[in-house]
């Protein structure tokens, strides 16, 4: 699913790494709290899989076409007023409906304070539908969504077991705060990541750069942009707490 900062063109690179971890350490439960698109936990093999976001968008269009994948029929490209009116009267829509309005047809997936984006004119001239390109995505995906437990709380409120090893693989908004509006505390969070490994589960993070303690096991260039003309070169890592053997 098209979400902001979302992992799916490193997908390919990542998940191989956290299913490794899984398969080494015979563990049966994985967890994202910052799930996102959910565009690594749905490549994941693993017997229980809880995708958690603070943001209710992306968890409330999965249930609902996972109950009726129909409800996918009814949805036509908007206009730039159907957008609009979707994403400031949200009263008025069905929250399914506004979730894959806002998902699909906001330029670059900025679905809070972003603008229309489901279709665009390309250098060659012609339109280019970007709405139904998403939708199309997201058919594709939703198959692999089925045994997805979804959740919508704060990542501080997630509850784990401490009668065994979890596997908690995190995407949290990163510390440049590009692409998201919202405060983040950083420090809070890293705090939060050193306390559930010494509880005994282990803990991957995608960011830039982490706390000396925290050790880098993976890392690639990529190009991040929100929009055509502003790019950014960056290096992904993947981060675990300790050494890494601990993973």
Known sequence: MKYIGSKAKI????????????????????????????????????????????????????????????????LHTPTRDEYYD?????????????????????????????????TAKTK??????????????????????HNILVGCCDYRELIFPKHKKVLIYCDPPYA???????KFDTSEFWQWCRN??????IVVISEYDAPSDFTCIWERQTTTHLNNREKHSRVEKLFIFGGKNNG
């Open 86 to 118: 979707v994403r400031d009267n949200p009263e008025k829509y069905a929250t399914w409906y506004r979730a894959a309005i806002l998902l699909f047809a906001s330029y670059n997936a900025r679905v809070y304070g972003g603008c229309y984006g489901a």
């Open 124 to 145: 060659g001239g012609t339109v280019r539908n970007y709405f139904e390109e998403s939708k199309a995505n997201f058919v594709r995906q939703l198959p692999n969504l």
């Open 196 to 201: 559930r490994a010494r509880d005994g589960h």
């Open 11 to 74: 997908a390919g690179d990542i998940v191989p790494i956290l299913q490794d971890i899984i398969d080494r350490n015979n563990i049966d439960e994985y967890v994202e709290p910052f799930v996102g698109g959910f565009n690594i936990i749905d490549k994941i093999k693993c017997e229980h899989r809880l995708g958690n976001d603070v943001d209710p968008l992306a968890g409330a269009l999965i249930e609902a076409c996972l109950d009726n994948p129909t409800l996918l029929d009814l």
């Open 176 to 182: 440049e705060g590009i692409g998201y509006g919202q």
